[in-house]
């Protein structure tokens, strides 16, 4: 089955600056990768995704890039700020069906 | 956007009994509904994939007698936690597909506690 590993697992940054954060999928059928900001108690919030027939996708401070040939796959935070602060989780499945995920990734945002 | 509910949001029961949990996709129609189990400082691991009006699929190492799920409406999944013991005791998040979307719509998730 699949298999997602996720580093680092604690990150810290100083607000402004950039942070990245990468995950390895073992499956090469998966074509589907979403990351997720969770906040502690509460529910995973898909922040962006990417399918497979995609290299890399924006949004404002947030870009996901995606290496098939590598099965690997980054996001990344430019300009971060405070609010940033969760845990973040990579994840990947295939068609949308179930959702394999890493193991996480504690990102503070020091101001 | 697609707006997943559960029910309850916190419990506490002792353990030997039972618990239900209620997953409902409140404005659509859900093809499929996920229950994951996540222990603190973990991530979220899958248990069972739901179906509606079929058995559920669990994943390797749930034990589908402890855990059972019932998929009874194209909005409605429910888990029940039969026989809880502390070891039960963890946050439990469901999500629902619409047919054809490939993201999950996430639950609040419910926090087991069992005493």
């Known amino acids: 089955g699949e298999n997602v590993e996720q580093h680092p697992s604690t990150l810290s940054v100083q607000e402004g600056d950039s942070a990245v954060i990468k995950c390895t999928y073992s499956?090469?059928?998966?074509?589907?990768f979403p990351w997720y900001k969770q906040e502690l108690g509460k529910r995973p919030q898909l922040i962006i995704d990417i399918r497979s027939n995609v290299g890399e996708k924006k949004d404002q401070r947030i870009a996901v890039t995606l290496n098939k040939t590598a099965k690997h796959f980054s996001l990344h935070i430019t300009e971060t700020q405070p609010e940033d602060s969760a845990v973040y989780f990579c994840a990947a499945s295939w068609g949308g069906n179930k959702l394999v995920f890493g193991a996480g990734t504690i990102l503070r945002v020091k101001s | 956007g697609a707006v997943v509910s559960q029910h309850p949001s916190r419990v506490i029961c002792k353990s030997g009994t039972s618990v239900k949990i209620e997953c409902r996709s409140l404005d659509f129609q859900a093809t499929t509904m996920f229950w994951y189990r996540q222990f603190p400082k973990q991530s979220l691991m899958l248990m069972a994939t739901s179906n509606e009006g079929s058995k559920a699929t669990y994943e390797q190492g749930v034990e589908k007698d402890k855990f059972l799920i019932n998929h009874a409406s194209l909005t409605l999944s429910t888990l029940t936690v039969t026989s809880a013991h502390p070891e039960d005791s963890s946050f439990y998040i469901c999500s629902a597909l619409i047919g054809g979307i490939y993201e999950q719509y996430f639950g609040p998730g419910t926090r087991l506690t069992v005493t």
């Open positions: 499956d090469s059928a998966s074509n589907y």
